[in-house]
């Protein structure tokens, strides 16, 4: 029986020592694993992320409105204009017609002519204004993201935010394809709402608008 035990006994030893070995093993990749999740949770609370809704900012920036509704203004007076210029080269493309000037004479072509080249530099200045006022609004609109982005650079510097993400807060219309289409494609699917940082950008720059002359335009 003796002789048995001894036999025995460095069989059972060496298995104690294998569990030991094992448990030793699982507690070190357990550290490992909480070690490695407590770093991953510092950079993620490091790494703030704040949304904002530009094109709700642009409706609420009472500046870009003002003039923006100017640029509107002015074009809908030039249209008027251009249409009345039109009506009045058509009324004396008739006149001449019932003139009693036979056609294919030099006076008749000459009246025809002035009227076409009338038409014709009518036709460039309308282009040539449209295309100001496109740049204009284009320049509208560039100045006012400049300065929008400014403020939310500055907001996320004094918050300690790493990145902001664009988004629409409008409310999905389900019968509207196009409307289900820019929220399907949308870059947020979900947010708590302490991540908005809207309002905050739009007091902002409301703010700064209010301090500038009426007559004035966005500082760059």
Do not use: W
């Amino acid at each position: 029986m003796d002789f048995r035990n001894r036999i025995e006994y460095p069989s059972r030893q060496q298995g104690v020592l294998k569990v030991k070995i094992k448990r030793r093993i699982a507690t070190f990749l357990t550290v490992i694993a909480v070690t490695v999740l407590m770093n991953l949770s510092t950079v993620s609370a490091q790494q703030k992320v704040a949304i904002v809704d530009i094109g709700l900012i642009f409706k609420s920036h009472v500046n870009f409105e003002r003039q923006l509704n100017g640029l509107k203004t002015e074009a809908e007076a030039f249209k008027t204009r251009s249409m009345q210029a039109q009506q009045s080269l058509m009324e004396k493309a008739q006149l001449l017609q019932t003139s009693g000037i036979k056609p294919g004479t030099i006076e008749f072509k000459n009246e025809e002519t002035s009227i076409a080249q009338e038409s014709a530099a009518m036709e460039v200045d309308q282009k040539d204004t449209m295309r100001a006022l496109m740049q204009r609004e284009a320049q509208l609109h560039f100045r006012t993201y400049q300065a929008v982005n400014q403020e939310v650079k500055q907001y996320c510097d004094r918050n300690g935010i790493q990145l902001v993400l664009k988004y629409d807060s409008s409310k999905i219309d389900s019968g509207n394809p196009r409307s289900v289409m820019q929220k399907v494609n949308g870059n947020v699917i979900y947010h708590v709402p302490q991540n908005d940082i809207t309002d905050q950008i739009i007091a902002r720059v409301n703010q700064l608008a209010t301090a500038q002359p009426p007559s004035g335009t966005l500082q760059k």
